[in-house]
């Protein structure tokens, strides 16, 4: 066998209060896509990080082509070929598309950018990846999956010998992701090699040829895939077996607590459904159906033009966030960054700011009772942070998430809304937010879950309703309905409603 085009080994890295790598190893050879695989908070993002120049190692070596380097900083990994699709965005919104993927590395005429030639190399790598949109469109115009597209993009125009893919179809569509996938083998072609991180098992199986396992900041082992299966991987990275990885939760269901009656916006029109005391149900349709615009109009971030939301028997008019929650009803976002949490607070203060009420008398927070209830929620659902007062940016994506639906749970909702509740997140996390819900509806709550994961749609409603162009195409008891069924109906035209 060649020697690796890349070999780290007993990499570790500190930080304040918590050693997040700890003698790990790593080898990734030519033409190969090796998938970097464990729980959120194992350090697979850590270390990519230090691969790709964004921190320090504190120990270990990182021998690239043969021989040892010093990883100086970004800028010095990009020179080497190494490059780096975050899964944070980090895009500039009001720029171009050609510009951000050319930022800093500008084509020049004389003196001056050579906008026709950035814009004609930036359209190539449009086509390339099957983006319908010119390069000449401003980022902020595009959806978030069409932003991670822009990335991708950006990275591919480094001409690089390692990519590094964290989490790259987290909000692409399956089109999306067709593309991305048939990008990846022509690379693996041109002798490029990928180190790809998703929680997606059934991405891992399709697109990679060996995995890679941290576990804890540690390293656990390495595997070619042919010589595993679902089961074997998720064991090396939980380390222990995961049974029953959707578990179904027979309730008594009883009366309705929440009751949708002729909901329209510009976003969703003729909206009628009500959900009962301990059920699930689910909303499924692809990515633009208005799913989550038919759950901010719910929950009062967007204004509903008619129609009545009806909570426990009485009509609410939700007009603001506010007011949802007043009404009791949470709603946890699919962009935990943008909408859900303030990355610049602690752990501890995002997750009680929408429930100060409860702890607070005469304007003073009741310290004891705030420490006891992010205590008992970090023990709950294992929320991995060395403290409290850790800032939540910190933290792995997974556990972010945690934290949001912790901090929807503790305003005592009577209806729990989960947008995308576990993207992003590891199998074994994925195990743990769902006992959480389970644990919601036996309380006799309700609880509707936007999916874009099938079987998670299947493995954990009740009741699944369908959506396309913002009206509901189908509605499924859980014992009828199938995947077949539900993408027929997802995929429904204007012209056929």
Avoid: W
Avoid at 194 to 218: M, N, Q, W
Avoid at 242 to 267: A, H, S
Avoid at 474 to 486: C, N, R, V
């Amino acid at each position: 066998m060649k020697a690796p085009i890349l070999k780290m080994t007993n990499i570790v890295k500190e930080f304040p209060g918590v050693k997040a790598l700890d003698g790990v190893n790593l080898e990734l050879y030519e033409g190969t896509v090796m998938a970097l695989m464990g729980e959120n908070g194992a350090g697979k993002s850590t270390l990519m990080k230090i691969l790709s120049g964004v921190y320090k190692k504190d120990g270990g070596k990182i021998f690239y082509k043969g021989i040892e380097e010093d990883i100086k900083g970004p800028k010095d990994a990009t020179e080497k070929g190494i490059a780096i699709i975050h899964q944070e965005l980090n895009l500039l919104p009001d720029l171009s598309i050609g510009e951000n993927i050319f930022l800093g590395r500008e084509p020049k005429k004389g003196f001056r950018i050579d906008f026709t030639k950035l814009h004609e190399e930036s359209d190539k790598l449009l086509n390339k990846l099957n983006v319908n949109t010119s390069s000449k469109e401003l980022v902020k115009s595009l959806s978030i999956g069409q932003q991670q597209m822009i990335e991708i993009a950006k990275a591919l125009s480094l001409d690089a010998k390692i990519i590094i893919m964290d989490e790259p179809t987290d909000a692409l569509t399956d089109k999306e992701t067709e593309s991305l996938f048939k990008v990846i083998n022509e690379l693996k072609e041109e002798g490029k090699s990928i180190v790809y991180i998703s929680h997606r098992l059934k991405e891992i199986f399709e697109i990679c040829d060996s995995i890679t396992v941290l576990r804890d900041g540690k390293y656990v082992g390495k595997e070619k895939i042919e010589n595993l299966d679902e089961d074997k991987m998720i064991e090396m990275m939980v380390g222990r077996k995961l049974t029953d990885q959707f578990p179904r939760l027979d309730v008594k269901m009883g009366e309705n607590i929440l009751k949708v009656e002729n909901l329209n916006n510009e976003y969703v029109k003729d909206i009628n459904f009500e959900v009962k005391a301990g059920e699930i149900l689910g909303i499924s349709g692809l990515m633009g159906a208005g799913r989550t615009e038919l759950a901010k109009t719910i929950y009062g971030h967007i204004r509903k033009t008619s129609g009545n939301i009806i909570v426990k028997g009485k009509k609410v008019e939700a007009k603001s966030c506010k007011d949802g929650l007043k009404h009791r009803i949470a709603y946890v976002s699919e962009d935990r960054k943008g909408d859900g949490l303030i990355l610049d607070l602690s752990v501890k203060e995002n997750m009680t700011i929408s429930s100060l009420d409860r702890i607070s008398s005469l304007f003073k927070i009741n310290k004891k009772q705030e420490d006891e209830r992010v205590k008992s929620y970090i023990e709950r659902i294992r929320i991995k942070t060395p403290s409290q007062d850790q800032l939540i940016r910190n933290l792995s994506g997974g556990n972010q998430q945690k934290i949001a639906i912790a901090k929807a749970l503790m305003t005592h909702p009577d209806v729990l809304i989960l947008d995308e509740p576990t993207r992003g997140v590891d199998v074994g996390a994925k195990k743990e937010i769902y006992d959480l819900i389970n644990e919601f509806k036996s309380q006799g709550k309700a609880v509707i879950m936007i999916s874009s994961e099938m079987p998670e749609i299947l493995g954990l409603s009740d009741r699944i309703l369908v959506l396309s162009h913002g009206m509901i195409t189908g509605e499924f008891d859980i014992k009828d309905a199938t995947q077949e069924a539900i993408l027929k109906c997802a995929v429904e035209t204007k012209e056929a409603i």
